[in-house]
Nanobody, 124 residues
Framework: QVQVVESGGGLVQPGGSLRLSCATS????????MYWYRQAPGKQRDLVAS???????NYTDSVKGRFTITRDNAKNTVLLQMNSLEPENTAVYYC??????????????????WGQGTQVTVSS
């Protein structure tokens, strides 16, 4: 069973920084795209950032210039560096792993795996 483990959340003051980390099984990491989502209380879960298997990042508009997603294939880890945090960034942050492959019998596939989430609170 694939495990996805997030860490790095916590309480930070507005304008501060946090770095989230997401680790998964080494056997699938290199063939997986990685995503960070967040869910604030009473709201839907939204995509924050993603990074392809080749290292191409993408961000939702509200975090561009403040958040940076990177992947370390040697450590099977994806990082989300969050700077200039705002109270509106308060949410549970989730990591999603999308493993791509090709089955001999069924052709291309994509399997999703989610972490348990890590709380980020931005407050003075």
């Amino acid at each position: 069973q694939v495990q996805v483990v997030e860490s790095g959340g916590g309480l930070v003051q507005p304008g501060g920084s946090l770095r989230l980390s997401c680790a998964t099984s080494g056997s699938i990491f290199s063939s997986s795209a990685m995503y960070w989502y967040r869910q604030a209380p009473g709201k839907q879960r939204d995509l924050v950032a993603s990074i392809s298997t080749g290292g191409m990042p993408n961000y939702t508009d509200s975090v561009k210039g403040r958040f940076t997603i990177t992947r370390d294939n040697a450590k099977n880890t994806v990082l989300l560096q969050m700077n200039s945090l705002e109270p509106e960034n308060t949410a549970v942050y989730y990591c999603k792993v999308v493993q791509f492959g090709v089955s001999m019998y069924d052709g291309p596939y994509a399997y999703d795996y989610w972490g348990q989430g890590t709380q980020v609170t931005v407050s003075s």
